[in-house]
């Protein structure tokens, strides 16, 4: 059985720093891309970070140069480093792994206000 935990959301002033992160347990296959999506209410889910399995990333244009994503292949873990937060930045932020198959968390919310 596959699990995903978030952690690190948070209520914060512009501005400010978050880190989120994100633990899989009970993967039996190699993990290929690891992701964070985020999702407000009113608007469709959208992709924010990914980092594949040799460590490249690609971001969304409006967090490019404040949010870093970085994983812990390890630990199967995944982080979502976020400077600067802005109130567009309020949103449900899921995390994703993929293997065969990709799973889901159940969200962590940040609001900034």
């Known amino acids: 059985h596959v699990q995903l935990v978030e952690s690190g959301g948070g209520s914060v002033q512009a501005g400010d720093t978050l880190r989120l992160s994100c633990a899989a347990s009970?993967?039996?296959?190699?993990?290929?891309?690891m992701a964070w999506f985020r999702q407000s209410p009113g608007k469709e889910r959208e992709g924010v970070a990914i980092i594949d399995s040799n460590g490249h990333t690609n971001y969304t244009d409006s967090v490019k140069g404040r949010f870093t994503i970085s994983r812990d292949n390890d630990k199967n873990a995944v982080y979502l480093q976020m400077n600067n937060l802005e109130s567009e930045d309020t949103a449900l932020y899921y995390c994703t792994v993929s293997t065969l198959m990709t799973y889901w968390g159940q969200g962590t919310q940040v609001t900034v206000s």
């Open positions: 009970g993967l039996t296959s190699r993990t290929h891309c």
